[in-house]
């Protein structure tokens, strides 16, 4: 029998959250994307129930943007009570709490991009001076990451990379990160990769099947190649002009069992499609600030009835009719005809009022 304190202090133990029900094959994947939203609570433990997981969500989080983060993923969202964790800090406000002032704390990350074994914080101009605490803060709570980085600059250039500074832990920017069981090599400094990517490659994957020539013109380390292949008795040809992002597509091409076949080319896009002699069945356009200069050269070679998945930054109103008039005014300038568009949407917020936006489009 409990006495009065006892109980109390039990009832103080568990608590009442909105949380994601998913089977347990889908609980690392989801606990990750809600960590990479600052939408977890870590203070809470997972529960499993009947060979689902319980993750719970922080109370100040809403169901309707809990529902946004998983808009791609069916999943169950629903109240639950949850066991409170105890000992140590479980959050880098309670870690630096008595390191920063109020006003501080209240400017520290909330969401963070995690790649593989890696975490990259984006560090506020006014926290600088704190910023390697922050990041040894950051493994002292996630223990099973061994690096953390800071974003430095604006992702730029032909191989739309972008700096990183080391803050705390192991000094590299090489890992291994999986996405739906595909296991995707990643050297940020030298390569594209965003862990935001990963609903997108795993709908342009599912839309796929078996016997397509696919061909990914702006592949980077592979992931929309790797996804499909994965489960697609399918050949992709995945083509990008930076040399290192290949290297690592062959080191995941090596690491994973896949159904389909990758070719991994060095390459620019256009010279690769004006070359080419066969024909494709889909093509992915996945470089939203320069696969406009390119359309030409996909309808180049897609086959009648294939679809192209493109992708472009669009700002201001109506995102989704400027991306209609834009892909249609540019397959119709490149001599083909747009047979139908079965989808358009945001894929993710890129600044401020702008998205990166995908439109699929079936070409006559
Ligand atoms: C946004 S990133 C790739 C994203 C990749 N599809 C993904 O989902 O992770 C764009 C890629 O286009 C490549 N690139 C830029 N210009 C190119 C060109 N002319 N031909 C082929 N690849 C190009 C860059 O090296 C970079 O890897």
Known sequence: MLTNHQAKECDRMRV???????????????RQKLLEHGALDIKCRIL????????????????????????????EICPHEFDMLSSGPRSLEEALAGVLSHKELSLLPRAYDLIGDIAVLEIPPELEQYSSQIGYAFLSIHKNFKTVLAKEGAISGLTRTRKYRLLAGENKTRTVHTEYGVKIA????????????????????????????????????????????????????????NGA?????????????????????????????????????RIIMNHPSGSEAFVDAACRVIAPGGVIHFYSFI??????????????????????????????????????????????????
Not at 62 to 72: G, L, N, Q, R
């Open 48 to 75: 499993e129930v009947n060979g689902h997981l319980m993750i719970p969500t922080r109370p100040e989080i809403k169901k309707s943007v809990v529902a946004k983060i998983f808009s791609d993923t069916p999943c």
């Open 245 to 281: 992002a290949i290297i690592l597509l062959m080191d995941s091409i090596d690491m994973n069992q896949l159904t389909g076949r990758v070719f991994p080319v060095i390459s620019d896009a256009r010279d690769y499609a004006y070359a080419c002699t066969v024909d494709f069945h």
């Open 16 to 30: 009442k959250r909105l949380c994601v029900r998913v089977p347990k094959h889908l609980g690392e994947h989801t």
């Open 186 to 241: 990643v050297d940020l400094a030298v390569a594209y990769f965003s862990p935001r990517l990963l609903e997108e490659h795993h709908r342009v994957a599912s839309l796929a099947s078996d016997g397509e020539r696919v061909f990914d013109m702006f592949t980077g380390v592979g992931p929309f190649a790797l996804h499909i292949t994965k489960h697609h008795a399918s050949d992709v040809v995945a083509v990008d002009i």
């Open 315 to 364: 700002a201001g109103n109506n995102p989704e009719a400027q991306m209609e008039k834009k892909i249609t005014r540019l397959v119709t300038a490149a001599g083909r005809k747009v047979s139908d568009i079965p989808t358009i949407r945001k894929v993710r917020d890129s600044a401020p009022y702008e998205f990166q936006m995908v439109a699929d489009v079936v070409i006559d």
